[in-house]
């Protein structure tokens, strides 16, 4: 089965910790995103990649780090400078050519202790 | 002005209802226009993706772009209980590889 993996579903932050939350896929997608939703929000874009050992800051990558050194991992750091962390995080990736679609994992709950 | 607009809802509708879930926007450099689903904790699921102005069928869903005054539809006939879900639409294009999100719209199906 072809898709996008996010792990864990839900993810517990201690104050002062930094936490990494997962993102694979196996779409052989060149781009990937991270988005931030709350409640009643819409998408927030935290960071994004277009192409291996680059990435991008979106509209609220403060707080928030990410590699990517391989093309189906993008994982996401959550570090200690995000005050306000707790939220649903949702990676995705990109298919290009006829349909520019993103398409979504299954996302990741962090909540904070 | 946000660069698409979308009504939050909740939009309550009684079982075998027609739907209309709407989107406007301002920029008209947009050029392909998505709807998703997103139940509750879950990812958002591509449901439709148009390219031009017109309607698109799929099963009981249609989308609708009308490029000239900036407005998107998705209509959905026949509404179930397992349609409610929050609706988002995206626009792309333009020279940009980030989709605009619209907030979403949460639809309520009640038997």
Redesign the interface.
């Known amino acids: 089965d072809g898709g996008i993996t996010q792990s864990p579903k839900y993810l517990f932050r201690k104050e002062g910790q930094n936490v990494t939350l997962s993102c694979e896929q196996n779409l052989n997608h060149d781009a990937m995103y991270w988005y931030r939703q709350d409640p009643g929000q819409g998408l927030r874009l935290i960071y994004y990649s277009q192409i291996v050992n680059d990435f991008q800051k979106g509209d609220i990558a403060e707080g928030y780090s990410v590699s990517r050194e391989k093309k189906e991992s993008f994982p996401l750091t959550v570090t200690s400078a995000q005050k306000n962390p707790t939220a649903f995080y949702l990676c995705a990736s990109r298919r290009t050519g006829l349909q520019e679609t993103q398409y979504f994992g299954p996302g990741t709950r962090l909540l904070v202790l | 002005q946000k660069e698409v607009e979308q009504d939050?809802g909740p939009l309550s509708v009684p079982e075998g209802a027609i739907v209309s879930l709407n989107c406007t926007y301002s920029n008209s450099a947009f050029q392909?226009f998505?709807w998703?689903r997103q139940y509750s904790?879950?990812?958002?699921?591509?449901l439709m993706?148009t390219?031009s102005s017109g309607n698109k069928e799929d099963g009981r869903f249609t989308a609708q772009v009308d490029k000239s005054s900036k407005y998107i539809s998705l209509f959905i006939r026949d509404s179930q209980p397992s349609d409610s879900a929050t609706y988002?639409c995206?626009l792309?294009?333009g020279g940009s590889?980030?989709?605009t999100?619209?907030?979403?719209t949460s639809l309520i199906v009640h038997p």
């Open positions: 939050p392909y998505m998703y904790r879950k990812g958002p699921e591509l993706y390219y988002l995206a792309g294009g590889y980030i989709p999100f619209g907030r979403g």
